[in-house]
C-alpha cells in the first residue's frame, strides 16, 4: 500500500462545529447533562474523491507485519504522532465519554519497552523454553516504536456512577472504543506505509509501564501495537465463506 492518507484526501478543510453528547439513553428516564463546546474539526468536503472503495483499500491493506526496523522514512515520527493525536481526538465513545488514553513511545524509550517485558516474561516462563519468547522480544526492539493504548477507569467508573442502569456496560463500551481507535492507528500507519503488529503483555507489565512513563493509576494497559518499516509483505490469510458470516433481510 504506497497511497497516503494525505493523498487519498486531498481537499482537506478546517470547520467549528458544535459538538454535544448525542448517544440516545435506552430508558427515557435518563437524561445527559446538555453539555456542548466548540471543537475545531478537521474534515473532508463532501466533494472529496473519498469513497467507500478508498476506505475498504485501507482495511483491506492493514495487516500484521512482525519483522520490523527503524525506518520512518514513510511517515515520520512527527506523522505518527498526528495520526494518533486525530485518532484519539475523533474515535467515537459512548456519550463521548473521551476514556482513551495513549503513549507513543520512540527509540530509546520504545526500546526500554521491550527490555522490560523480556525481563518481565523471565520471571513467568522457564528458562528452557524461553528462547522463542527472547526472539520474538528482539522483533519488538528492532521495530521504530510502541503505541500504547490505555483506559481511563476513573472515567469509566465516573460514567457508572453517573448512569447506574448501564454500569456493567461502560467498561465494555470503553473497551470497544479502545479497540477502534487501536484499528485506526493501525490501519493509519499502514496507508503511510508503515508495518505494525498488535500485542498484549499486559497485566504483567502495567506497573513496570506506569513507573517508567509516568502514566497515572487510573490509565489501565489494553495493548502495545509494535510499528516500524516494513522488511516484507504480510503473509497469507485465510477467509471463512462470508455466507456464513453475514445475513441480510429486507432489500
Ligand atoms: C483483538 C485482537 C487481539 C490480538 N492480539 C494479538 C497478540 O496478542 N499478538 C499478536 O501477535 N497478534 C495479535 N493480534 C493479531 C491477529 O492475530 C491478526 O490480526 C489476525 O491473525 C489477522 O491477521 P492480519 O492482522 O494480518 O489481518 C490480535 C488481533 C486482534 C484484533
Known amino acids: 500500500m504506497t497511497r497516503s492518507i494525505s493523498k487519498l484526501a486531498p481537499h482537506l478543510f478546517t470547520l467549528t462545529t458544535r459538538v454535544a453528547p448525542r448517544q440516545l439513553p435506552l430508558s427515557s428516564s435518563i437524561r445527559t447533562t446538555p453539555r456542548t463546546f466548540s471543537t475545531t474539526v478537521t474534515m473532508s468536503s463532501q466533494n472529496t474523491p473519498i469513497n467507500a472503495d478508498a476506505v475498504l483499500d485501507l482495511v483491506k491493506a492493514r495487516r500484521s507485519h512482525y519483522v520490523l526496523n527503524k525506518d520512518l522514512s514513510t511517515c515520520s515520527a512527527e506523522r505518527v504522532q498526528e495520526i494518533v493525536k486525530q485518532a484519539v481526538l475523533h474515535i467515537p465513545s459512548s456519550f463521548n465519554s473521551q476514556s482513551n488514553r495513549v503513549v507513543v513511545l520512540f527509540g530509546a524509550e520504545h526500546e526500554k519497552l521491550w527490555d522490560m517485558t523480556t525481563e518481565v516474561l523471565k520471571t513467568v516462563v522457564p528458562p528452557e523454553n524461553f528462547e522463542p519468547t527472547a526472539q520474538k522480544m528482539a522483533l519488538f526492539k528492532g521495530a521504530a516504536g510502541t ?25 465494555i463500551w470503553a473497551t470497544q472504543s479502545d479497540a477502534m481507535l487501536q484499528f485506526t492507528v493501525w490501519t493509519a500507519l499502514e496507508a503511510e506505509g508503515l ?33 516500524g518499516g516494513r522488511t516484507s509483505e504480510a503473509g497469507p490469510k485465510d477467509f471463512m465463506p462470508i455466507e456464513q458470516r453475514f445475513k441480510v433481510f429486507g432489500a
Open 147 to 171: 503505541v500504547l493504548f490505555f483506559e481511563d477507569q476513573e472515567v469509566v467508573e465516573g460514567m457508572q456512577a453517573k448512569f447506574a442502569l448501564y454500569a456493567d456496560k461502560f467498561p
Open 195 to 227: 508495518g505494525a503488529n498488535l500485542q498484549h503483555y499486559n497485566p504483567i507489565i502495567d506497573s513496570k509501564v506506569a513507573e517508567a512513563y509516568k502514566t497515572p493509576s487510573n490509565w489501565r494497559l489494553n495493548a502495545q501495537l509494535v510499528f
